[in-house]
């Protein structure tokens, strides 16, 4: 554990929790503003009201969840009686006006009220002592040892790597915002990223959890205190979508060190993410321009936003089963929110932090080199620089003629410019484990093996099917471990500690420790001798991961 | 506009000073002051002193110099008109005075090679893929810090544009500012420019051509009249967009001015580089004679070679490309390479939408 760069009582976090009237109201009137701006004609907002009016009482009466307010119905219903009184072919246009920004004052309100979350310093210290006592406690049990053996910490310590340029994070935590970016695999992704940056000093991050996770009282219990704030996926309506882009922003503004994964939900397929929803992404390149114009106001220097990128390298996902039988689902088809997955059981997830902490299961959080809104890297002191190497005045990317200028359609550009450096950063920050090599390897085996059976051919196929003899899986191995170690050498990605023993250690080793957690196991060694899967749709979702190096050829 | 407050404006910068750049300078200056880069010192001279440059008469609000730091200190928007094989050198040299406030809008219609040798593109085992090679957009990501790129393509014969004719064009960025500026900079009563989002279709339109114009030059050559032309101008159109799409660019930016636009005005008209490439190729010069004699840098030529390797790794079908540059670069004549052409016994009509 490192020493903290704070004292909790200097958290970014807790100083707007202490301040959130203020952000409540200035969120409100961001999201006015804008949404006023994207529906500037006459009657248009009464017609986005009416539309997200209809999108609500759908939700309301086909997906309704736990964690909903009992007076949904009577709110929407007001807003309707409202609207349809104020009709202006009853009253005038100017009064219609009126009202329909009066309705949209108050969805706005209700949605940032909804968002917003609580950080409470008294329940993180808590939470901090007894989480890891928690798994201490299973750590042993499952050991079968006498309790206490273990120091709490440990367990975290040993399993959870945070690999990177830590020391410069910490010191340019202090001189800006962080901006903490994930892949995302896992709903525990949040959990563990906040074990990490706690081991490694850094204050709380603030992070929006999907509001399903409030469903469960554990979950939504933790989440609330910890400083989550909630999104919805199933408010797909402007009206939500603006608030919670200026709810982003505003708290980007005031400082707020925020975690929020671009690819927006897990990744169905187990690859690491290429296509990023920029909606969130975009209120961080605003924030920054916001920061140059109240400097240029009030004097003093700009405010600046670092954006780390945090790839995610696990042995096995929890979910996997779930989401990779999702990702098969979906062709081209909207996708439907499935709550009822891993978990909607706690004893699952006791049973992965089980797993995790007391088996001999790794996970890494490798973090990437800080850059700014631009993609451009950033020296020791946050200063950014030109691939040059010389200091960029960042500024000038919001000017035009040498003025500071608002303009959107250029802010989304950088936008999708962050985007696409963001997904080169995933790839080279990506972690490579044992077990996500003999997963690409045996699933690329088999599709040779069958190359006339298209993918979904393939899945289909027998059990009996899917077996590799082993010498042919260790050859294969050899070249691609050799190619990988080439790739490292470049850059291209990372392998972890345990990829620099043998080949035939790294095959033991990626065997015994591949998704653990299921119960039919995407690979395994025959008696013969062998290499088998269980299940080979789980097997596919591990080797997705790999995807994208241009390995396939040396398989 | 007087000239007597144009010292205050903010000039607008042009690189380069062949007969396109020169050309572009002259439309800018109708509308303010524009400041050209050239390297040689008798160009400035030609430009500055004599008033008369590659057979242009030089407005008289452009002034050559051959400050780089000066010209990127005083123009915010700069055109580079240089041609692919030195653009990269160019902003090389550049690169350390460019920000990311300069608008870059480029006229460059070839690709840049990145490390790859051209002769490399001539030897049949050599493979070649689509991201080894880079569009001039590309290029200035790649070499500065400038982020505002544009570029401007179109049918715009520097000859006619210096003999004042009318002429449309197109500026393409994924920035609205940089259409914006780029249109009011450029725009005048003879000439109009129109903006587009889809920078790499735009671009791929101004590149792929020239191949096309070279077979016209071929077609005239070897003494064909309007159908042949025709013949090649709308299959050579399919094999543009099957080809431009594949690179990823929408099939709808070579519907226009930049795509089938350019390719009609190159392919019908006597005075493009790469059409009397073609022309002196059907008429029996070797090829390697016809570059050693030309003035100025036939892009088409490159860019054979670059489509017919794309092509074979991306697994597409372009008889007209292939014929090309059998033509070319074998021992295959003009005359049977339309042969070949003729005997093609697949395909339907419209099959590239």
Same mark, same amino acid.
Request: charged share 25%.
């Given at each position: 554990m490192?020493e903290?760069? =704070?004292?909790?009582?200097?958290?970014?976090?807790?100083?707007?929790?202490?301040?959130?009237?203020?952000?409540?109201?200035?969120?409100?009137e961001?999201a006015m503003?804008n949404?006023?701006?994207?529906?500037?004609?006459?009657g248009?907002?009464?017609?986005i009201?009416? %539309?997200?009016l209809?999108?609500?009482?759908?939700?309301?009466k086909?997906e309704?969840?736990?964690?909903?307010?009992?007076?949904e119905?009577?709110?929407?219903?007001?807003?309707?009686?409202?609207?349809f009184?104020s009709d202006p072919?009853?009253?005038?246009?100017?009064h219609?006006?009126?009202?329909?920004?009066?309705?949209?004052?108050?969805?706005?309100?209700?949605?940032?009220?909804e968002?917003t979350?609580?950080?409470n310093?008294r329940?993180?210290?808590?939470?901090?002592?007894?989480?890891p006592?928690?798994?201490?406690?299973?750590?042993?049990?499952s050991?079968?040892?006498?309790?206490?053996?273990?120091?709490?910490?440990?367990a975290?310590?040993?399993?959870?790597?945070?690999?990177?340029?830590?020391e410069?994070?910490r010191?340019?935590?202090?001189?800006?915002?962080?901006?903490?970016?994930p892949?995302h695999?896992?709903?525990?992704?949040?959990i563990l990223?906040?074990?990490?940056?706690?081991k490694?000093?850094?204050?709380?991050?603030q992070?929006g959890?999907?509001?399903? !996770?409030?469903?469960?009282?554990?979950?939504g219990f933790f989440?609330?205190?910890?400083?989550?704030?909630?999104?919805d996926?199933?408010?797909?309506?402007?009206?939500?979508?603006?608030?919670?882009?200026?709810?982003?922003?505003?708290?980007?503004?005031?400082?707020?060190?925020?975690?929020?994964?671009?690819?927006?939900?897990?990744?169905?397929s187990?690859?690491?993410?290429?296509?990023?929803?920029l909606?969130?992404?975009g209120?961080?390149?605003?924030?920054? %321009?916001v920061?140059?114009?109240?400097?240029?106001?009030?004097?003093g220097?700009?405010k600046k936003i670092?954006?780390?990128?945090?790839t995610?390298?696990?042995?096995?996902?929890?979910?996997?089963?779930?989401l990779?039988?999702?990702?098969?689902?979906?062709?081209?088809?909207?996708?439907y929110?499935?709550?009822d997955?891993e978990?909607?059981?706690?004893?699952?997830?006791?049973?992965?932090?089980? =797993?995790t902490?007391?088996?001999?299961?790794?996970?890494?959080?490798?973090?990437?080199?800080p850059?700014?809104?631009?993609g451009?890297?950033t020296?020791?002191?946050?200063?950014? !620089?030109?691939?040059?190497?010389?200091?960029l005045?960042i500024r000038?990317?919001?000017?035009?003629?040498?003025?500071l200028?608002?303009?959107?359609?250029?802010?989304?550009?950088y936008?999708?410019?962050?985007?696409?450096?963001?997904?080169k950063?995933?790839?080279?920050?990506?972690?490579?484990?044992s077990?996500?090599?003999?997963?690409?390897?045996a699933?690329?085996?088999?599709?040779k093996?069958?190359?006339?059976s298209?993918?979904?051919? !393939?899945?289909?196929?027998?059990e009996?099917?899917?077996e590799?003899?082993y010498?042919?899986?260790?050859?294969?191995?050899?070249?691609?471990?050799?190619?990988?170690? =080439?790739?490292? %050498?470049?850059?291209?990605?990372?392998?972890?500690?345990h990829?620099? %023993?043998d080949?035939?250690?790294?095959?033991n080793?990626?065997?015994?420790?591949?998704?653990?957690?299921?119960?039919?196991e995407p690979?395994?060694?025959?008696?013969e001798?062998?290499?088998?899967?269980?299940?080979?749709k789980?097997?596919l979702?591990y080797?997705n991961r790999?995807?994208?190096?241009?390995?396939?050829?040396?398989? | 506009?007087?000239?007597?407050?144009?010292?205050?404006?903010i000039?607008?910068?042009?690189?380069?000073?062949?007969?396109?750049?020169t050309?572009?300078?002259?439309l800018?200056?109708?509308?303010g002051p524009?400041?050209?880069y050239a390297r040689?010192?008798?160009?400035?001279?030609?430009?500055?002193?004599?008033r008369? /440059?590659?057979?242009?008469?030089? /407005?008289e609000?452009?002034?050559?110099?051959a400050?780089?730091?000066?010209?990127?200190e005083r123009?915010?928007?700069? @055109?580079?008109s240089?041609?692919?094989?030195?653009?990269?050198s160019?902003?090389?040299?550049?690169?350390?005075?460019l920000?990311?406030? /300069?608008?870059?809008? /480029?006229?460059?219609k070839g690709?840049d090679?990145?490390?790859i040798?051209?002769?490399?593109?001539?030897?049949?085992?050599?493979?070649?893929?689509?991201?080894?090679i880079?569009?001039?957009?590309?290029?200035i990501r790649?070499?500065?810090?400038?982020?505002? $790129?544009?570029?401007?393509?179109?049918?715009?014969?520097?000859?006619?544009?210096?003999?004042?004719?009318?002429a449309?064009t197109?500026?393409?960025?994924?920035?609205d500012?940089?259409?914006?500026?780029?249109? @009011?900079a450029i725009r005048s009563?003879?000439?109009?420019?129109?903006?587009?989002?889809?920078?790499l279709?735009?671009?791929?339109?101004g590149?792929l051509k020239?191949?096309?114009?070279?077979?016209a030059?071929g $077609?005239r050559?070897l003494?064909?009249?309007?159908?042949a032309?025709?013949?090649l101008?709308?299959r050579?159109?399919g094999?543009i $967009?099957?080809?431009?799409?594949?690179?990823?660019?929408?099939?709808?930016?070579?519907?226009g001015?930049?795509?089938?636009g350019?390719?009609?005005?190159?392919?019908?008209?006597?005075?493009?580089r790469?059409?009397?490439?073609?022309?002196r190729?059907?008429?029996?010069? +070797?090829?390697a004679?016809?570059?050693e004699?030309?003035?100025e840098?036939?892009?088409g030529?490159?860019t054979?070679?670059i489509?017919?390797k794309l092509? +074979?790794?991306l697994?597409?079908?372009?008889?007209?490309?292939e014929?090309?540059?059998?033509?070319?670069?074998?021992?295959?004549?003009a005359e049977?390479?339309?042969?070949r052409?003729m005997?093609?016994?697949?395909?339907?009509d419209?099959?590239?939408?």
């Open positions: 490192l903290p760069v =704070q004292k909790v009582t200097d958290w970014p976090i807790l100083k707007i929790s202490k301040k959130k009237d203020q952000i409540i109201e200035e969120v409100i961001d503003l949404i006023e701006k994207a529906f500037p004609k006459s248009e907002l009464r017609e009201i009416a %539309r997200t209809y999108l609500e009482k759908i939700r309301i086909h309704a969840w736990k964690v909903d307010p009992p007076d119905s009577k709110f929407w219903d007001n807003i309707k009686k409202e609207l009184e072919a009853k009253t005038d246009k100017e219609a006006n009126q009202v329909a920004l009066k309705l949209l004052r108050e969805i706005v309100t209700r949605y940032t009220i968002i979350g609580n950080f310093p329940f993180y210290k808590f939470a901090k002592i007894i989480l006592h928690f798994f201490s406690r299973m750590l042993n049990a050991n079968g040892r006498i309790r206490g053996i273990i120091k709490p910490n440990e975290v310590d040993h399993r959870l790597t945070v690999d990177g340029p830590i410069k994070i010191k340019l935590s202090q001189k800006g915002t962080l901006i903490l970016l892949t695999f896992s709903n525990l992704d949040s990223i906040g074990f990490g940056m706690d490694i000093g850094l204050s709380a991050f992070y959890a999907g509001l399903n !996770l409030f469903n469960s009282k554990f979950f989440m609330g205190n910890l400083g989550a704030y909630k999104l996926r199933r408010k797909k309506n402007p009206i939500y979508l603006e608030t919670l882009k200026s709810f982003s922003k505003t708290n980007v503004v005031h400082g707020a060190h925020t975690l929020f994964f671009p690819g927006g939900t897990r990744s169905r187990g690859a690491i993410e290429t296509r990023l929803k909606g969130l992404l209120t961080v390149v605003e924030a920054q %321009r920061h140059f114009e109240q400097a240029e106001e009030n004097g220097e700009a670092f954006i780390v990128p945090l995610m390298s696990y042995h096995f996902v929890l979910e996997a089963k779930t990779i039988e999702e990702h098969l689902k979906r062709t081209g088809k909207e996708f929110i499935t709550i997955d978990f909607s059981s706690l004893y699952k997830i006791y049973k992965f932090f089980w =797993q902490f007391a088996k001999s299961s790794d996970i890494t959080l490798s973090l990437g080199d850059i700014d809104i631009f451009n890297k020296d020791e002191e946050g200063n950014s !620089l030109d691939f040059h190497d010389n200091p005045d000038r990317y919001f000017t035009s003629r040498g003025e200028k608002a303009d959107h359609q250029r802010e989304m550009e936008t999708h410019m962050l985007g696409d450096v963001l997904v950063k995933y790839k080279q920050g990506n972690v490579v484990f077990s996500h090599v003999v997963a690409f390897v699933f690329e085996l088999l599709k093996a069958n190359p006339k298209d993918l979904f051919t !393939l899945l289909r196929s027998p009996e099917d899917w590799i003899t010498d042919n899986f260790s050859l294969s191995m050899e070249k691609v471990v050799k190619q990988l170690r =080439q790739l490292e %050498r470049q850059g291209q990605l990372k392998l972890a500690d990829m620099n %023993r080949v035939a250690d790294i095959i080793h990626g065997i015994k420790n591949i998704g653990i957690y299921h119960s039919k690979l395994m060694k025959s008696e001798g062998s290499i088998i899967s269980q299940d080979i789980l097997l979702f080797h790999m995807e994208g190096y241009g390995l396939s050829k040396y398989v | 506009m007087g000239s007597q407050n144009m010292s205050d404006k000039p607008v910068g042009v690189i380069g000073a062949g007969s396109f750049g050309a572009i300078a002259n800018l200056a109708e509308n524009v400041m050209i040689k010192p008798e160009v400035i001279d030609d430009i500055n002193i004599e008369e /440059h590659k057979g242009q008469k030089m /407005h609000n452009v002034t050559a110099t400050d780089i730091e000066q010209l990127c123009c915010t928007l700069i @055109f580079p240089v041609p692919s094989a030195s653009f990269r160019m902003m090389v040299d550049f690169s350390p005075y920000l990311p406030d /300069h608008i870059l809008i /480029h006229t460059t690709f090679l990145g490390d040798d051209e002769e490399q593109l001539l030897d049949i085992d050599f493979k070649l893929k689509a991201n080894q880079f569009t001039m957009s590309e290029v790649q070499e500065s810090n400038v982020v505002r $790129i544009g570029c401007l393509s179109g049918p715009n014969l520097a000859r006619e544009l210096a003999n004042h004719q009318p449309a197109v500026i393409a960025s994924r920035f500012e940089v259409t914006r500026e780029g249109q @009011f009563k003879r000439f109009q420019a129109y903006a587009s989002n889809d920078i279709g735009v671009e791929l339109g590149i020239n191949t096309m114009a070279i077979a030059g $077609i050559g003494g064909y009249g309007q159908n032309l025709s013949f101008i709308s050579g159109l094999e $967009i099957r080809l431009g799409n594949a690179l990823g660019a929408e099939k709808e930016a070579f519907l001015l930049a795509g089938v350019d390719l009609i005005a190159t392919c019908t008209s006597e005075l493009s790469n059409f009397t490439v073609g022309r190729i059907a008429s029996g010069e +070797e090829l004679y016809i570059i004699t030309s003035d840098v036939a892009e030529i490159k054979v070679s489509c017919k092509a +074979e790794s697994d597409i079908r372009l008889p007209i490309v014929t090309i540059y059998s033509v070319l670069f074998t021992e295959l004549s049977d390479g339309l042969g052409l005997g093609y016994r697949r395909g339907t419209v099959d590239f939408m």
